[in-house]
């Protein structure tokens, strides 16, 4: 398996454009989790999902920022508008239960000017 | 005060030595607690887990609890350049509770 997959790698953008984040989970796991990470506050949890449903939203720092899973296999993390406080690395996990651990992919390293 | 608290260092010790990392936390409620490992540029991979009071070993790696003391620890023996990496604390309320709260994270670098 190829882990979990985030695209993309890099991004910088320009405050107020939409930035659109992507993840592709392991198979079968049933749990997928948007984080992210900063010097500042460290690693935060921003929504998770089970069974492609919302299940803790309560991370998301505002209505700029939206989560969707439309599918097993396919999550989107959007922010819109974009600002400079946004600029962080975004994790993408998913788990196929609590005692299995999160497999988290690799990071998307935002950066807004 | 954060939940959790962890010593960001930096740690750096020679090859073979013991490296010792530890959190302590305030929430009371806490009964499950891992340790991640997170290379540059990376994404945390889990090492291990433990529940309530205790120790458990994996290998090189150590992790004990003391929930009276609300403090964990992890210690890594005969430590190798490989093991350079942040090493993020993690907790959880119960095996159901799937928000994990997470320490900042010690750099660690073995020097060969």
């Known amino acids: 398996d190829a882990g979990v997959i985030q695209s993309p790698r890099h991004e910088v953008t320009e405050m107020g454009q939409e930035v659109t984040l992507r993840c592709k989970p392991i198979s079968g796991h049933d749990y997928l989790f948007w984080y992210r990470q900063t010097m500042m506050r460290g690693l935060e949890l921003l929504i998770y999902?089970?069974?492609?449903?919302?299940i803790d939203d309560s991370g998301m720092p505002e209505d700029r920022f939206s989560a969707k899973m439309p599918n097993a296999s396919f999550s989107t993390l959007k922010i819109q508008p974009s600002e400079p406080r946004d600029s962080a690395v975004y994790f993408c996990?998913?788990?196929?239960?609590w005692g299995a651990g999160y497999t988290f992919g690799s990071g998307t390293r935002l950066t807004v000017v | 005060q954060k939940e959790v608290e962890q010593d960001p260092g930096p740690l750096s010790v020679p090859e073979g030595a013991i490296v010792s990392l530890n959190c302590t936390y305030s929430n009371s409620a806490f009964q499950y607690f891992m340790w991640y490992r997170q290379y540059s540029r990376k994404g945390p991979e889990l090492l291990m887990y433990?529940?309530?009071?205790g120790n458990k070993e994996d290998g090189r790696f150590t992790a004990q609890v003391d929930k009276s003391s609300k403090y964990i620890s992890l210690f890594i023996r005969d430590s190798q350049p490989s093991d350079s990496a942040t090493y993020l604390c993690a907790m959880s309320r119960s095996s159901n509770d799937y928000k994990l709260s997470f320490g900042a994270g010690t750099t660690v670098t073995v020097r060969a």
């Open positions: 433990t529940y309530s009071s």
């Open positions: 999902f089970n069974n492609n449903v919302p």
């Open positions: 996990a998913s788990s196929s239960g």
